[in-house]
């Protein structure tokens, strides 16, 4: 078995190789609480982002 050591550089590669993320916080996109549904253009179809009662998001087309 591999130390975890010896695997760092594979994953360090594999990080390097990643297309750029952009990270937003969910407050942001609901503006706190404001909302309970962000709608999402994406190549001319309207994606539904929906905040559940328990606090999960559901994405639907």
Not at 8 to 33: C, H, I, W, Y
Not at 38 to 43: E, N, P, S, Y
Request: net charge positive; no cysteine; proline share 7%.
């Amino acid at each position: 078995m591999e130390s975890l050591s010896s695997t760092r550089p594979l994953l360090g590669q594999a990080v390097e190789k990643m297309p750029p993320t952009r990270v937003m916080d969910s407050a942001a996109l609901f503006a706190n609480d404001s909302y309970q549904e962000v709608q999402i253009i994406h190549a001319g179809k309207i994606y539904r982002l929906r905040k559940t009662p328990q606090g999960k998001l559901i994405l639907t087309k």
